[in-house]
């Protein structure tokens, strides 16, 4: 059975010429949204193939169109869906050295320079200057990890944990 992860959230429709408004959850909107690059809608029952005919960036959005879906009409079913890609289309060539898949990341345990578990990574925001973690821990409120060398000091996927060095304020202690 094949294993698919998300690229995208599909919040709207965007004009009348099967347009859609698509939040991007994925490393390379680049490349995962460019023309001909072959994604999958999922909706509860199916994943549906794909292919994108035109993509650009508006605002906080990727506006995609998929071939022979030509209209409003076509698309408008599937607002709340979320496009997915078949993970075995990933490569570790993509990557730079110290470079990772949101989905190595996600789900992590955060833990500092003690040894004391701070959460989980549950959500990577992108921001521009660098990417910032929502770390959640049961019984704590939300905190974020800004992806800077200060903080992070390492990355051990075999291991399943995130090594950071606590800076002051980091943490709200509320």
């Given at each position: 059975?094949?294993?698919?992860?998300?690229?995208?959230?599909?919040?709207?429709?965007?004009?009348?010429?099967?347009?859609?408004?698509?939040?991007?959850?994925?490393?390379?909107?680049?490349?995962?949204?460019?023309?001909?690059?072959?994604?999958?809608?999922?909706?509860?029952?199916?994943?549906?193939?794909?292919?994108?005919?035109?993509?650009?960036?508006?605002?906080?959005?990727?506006?995609?169109?998929?071939?022979?879906?030509?209209?409003?009409?076509?698309?408008?079913?599937?607002?709340?869906?979320?496009?997915?890609?078949?993970?075995?289309?990933?490569?570790?060539?993509?990557?730079?050295?110290?470079?990772?898949?949101?989905?190595?990341?996600?789900?992590?345990?955060?833990?500092?320079?003690?040894?004391?578990?701070?959460?989980?990574?549950?959500?990577?925001?992108?921001?521009?200057?660098?990417?910032?973690?929502?770390?959640?821990?049961?019984?704590?409120?939300?905190?974020?990890?800004?992806?800077?060398?200060?903080?992070?000091?390492?990355?051990?996927?075999?291991?399943?944990?995130v090594k950071i060095e606590m800076m002051e304020g980091l943490i709200d202690e509320d």
């Open positions: 059975m094949a294993n698919f992860l998300t690229v995208g959230n599909i919040v709207n429709t965007q004009g009348l010429k099967g347009e859609l408004r698509v939040m991007s959850q994925t490393d390379f909107p680049e490349e995962r949204f460019k023309v001909g690059a072959k994604l999958f809608i999922e909706t509860k029952t199916e994943k549906i193939p794909v292919t994108i005919k035109t993509h650009r960036l508006h605002k906080n959005f990727q506006l995609v169109s998929f071939v022979d879906y030509p209209s409003i009409n076509d698309v408008e079913k599937y607002k709340g869906t979320r496009l997915v890609v078949d993970a075995s289309e990933l490569s570790d060539d993509d990557l730079a050295e110290d470079e990772f898949y949101y989905h190595e990341i996600i789900g992590l345990e955060v833990i500092d320079e003690n040894g004391q578990n701070l959460g989980k990574v549950s959500e990577i925001l992108e921001t521009g200057a660098n990417d910032v973690w929502t770390v959640k821990k049961p019984g704590r409120k939300d905190w974020y990890l800004p992806y800077i060398d200060q903080v992070v000091k390492e990355i051990d996927l075999d291991h399943g944990v």
